[in-house]
């Protein structure tokens, strides 16, 4: 990615769509760190009115206000995220997936099928 600083703008903004990586990790790549958001989009994109926008540490607040801005001109709904692995929507789903398995799992609750015919 450090090539990439030779090649782009100085003031351009980097972003990112990847939720596997931190936008910390991936900023440090680069010369530029303060220059690199997160833009989460959900698929398909043209569908899926989500966007969130990711501030790193590092982040300058002007990229991450130019993250809003993006969003805003395509038509999305824009959510500030933090800089964790996974979108937001993954992240409340597994822990409600998680919660609704826990009780089955500590023994609490038990699965049970009829044998009646």
Do not use: W
Request: a neutral charge.
């Amino acid at each position: 990615m450090e090539a990439l600083d030779g090649i782009v703008k100085d003031d351009a903004t980097f972003a990112t769509n990847t939720s596997s990586l931190s936008v910390a990790d991936q900023a440090a790549a680069t010369n530029r760190p303060q220059q690199f958001i997160g833009l989460h989009f959900f698929n398909p994109p043209q569908v899926m009115p989500l966007l969130e926008v990711v501030k790193a540490e590092g982040t300058a607040d002007a990229a991450y206000d130019l993250g809003f801005e993006v969003g805003t001109e395509l038509g999305k709904t824009n959510v500030a995220a933090g800089d964790n692995r996974g979108f937001i929507v993954n992240r409340c789903s597994c822990r409600t997936c998680s919660t609704r398995s826990a009780p089955t799992s500590r023994g609490s609750a038990r699965s049970r099928t009829s044998t009646r015919g």
